[in-house]
């Protein structure tokens, strides 16, 4: 069974791609491209279109619309006080159309498109449920396979002490992550670019010249997928401080 998945929904001016990194992240992605005055499409490697990110709970309401359940379902995702629309909507005379509006991008599912939607988020949501709702306490990246290990009590309470960055073969510092105070539950923009990706981490090519593995539990904000794109990052402060990462409040 694969553990990527990715489906575009293309017409003659919009499209639309979803996608599902890994069956370990309670999320997925949605991302809106269109055509431009010149005829050409949108790149998403320039920093082009439009990509949120929708949990568990917004998987479950656009998939009461596509089941025909629901005539509508809209939302608002607010990142650094930008409020982006979300919109699903059966068309008012026909019942083979819906209306998707993300900010200004609009795209129209066909009847075929709502079903192989509708199956896609099905299956997408059984496996997140079995495999992205099991918690870990600490985390640690192989990077022959990259596969995440969740340590067991015993491991936990067995008396070593766990060096803050822990080296791979690559020389690249993994953070570990660990529980903290509530109120040193802070968040801090950085910013950098995607450099690699694991079930459970982000290999974050920071504006400083480091490449540091970020837990994808740590960090708040959406974020675009693709790769070397330059972008921000929400992440909480304690774990910058915890493993002695440079940063700037903003």
Not at 13 to 39: E, R
Not at 42 to 52: D, N, V
Not at 90 to 110: F, P, R, T, V
Request: hydrophobic share 30%.
């Amino acid at each position: 069974m694969v553990d990527r998945h990715s489906q575009s929904f293309f017409g003659q001016s919009s499209g639309m791609t979803l996608i599902s990194s890994s069956k370990s992240d309670p999320f997925i992605f949605i991302k809106c491209i269109k055509k431009k005055n010149d005829g050409n499409w949108e790149k998403p490697s320039l920093g082009e279109g439009k990509t949120i990110k929708c949990n568990l709970d917004e998987i479950i309401m656009i998939l009461e619309v596509l089941k025909g359940k629901s005539k509508a379902w809209s939302s608002y995702h607010n990142f650094n006080d930008n409020k982006t629309s979300i919109s699903f909507k059966w068309d008012e005379e026909s019942n083979d159309k819906i209306y998707i509006n993300i900010a200004n991008y609009s795209k129209m599912l066909s009847y075929s498109q709502i079903i192989i939607m509708k199956m896609l988020l099905e299956h997408l949501l059984k496996e997140k449920i079995i495999h992205a709702t099991v918690p870990y306490s600490k985390y640690k990246t192989n990077n022959d396979n990259r596969e995440d290990q969740d340590l067991s009590a015993d491991e936990e309470d067995n008396g070593r002490d766990e060096d803050d960055f822990v080296e791979g073969k690559d020389n690249l510092p993994i953070i570990i992550e660990e529980k903290v105070d509530l109120e040193d539950d802070k968040i801090t923009k950085i910013f950098g670019a995607i450099k690699g990706e694991s079930n459970k981490a982000l290999l974050l090519n920071l504006n400083d010249g480091n490449e540091v593995w970020f837990p994808k539990s740590v960090i708040r904000s959406d974020y675009s997928p693709e790769k070397e794109i330059n972008q921000s990052f929400l992440i909480d402060t304690w774990i910058l401080k915890k493993n002695n990462i440079n940063y700037s409040k903003t």
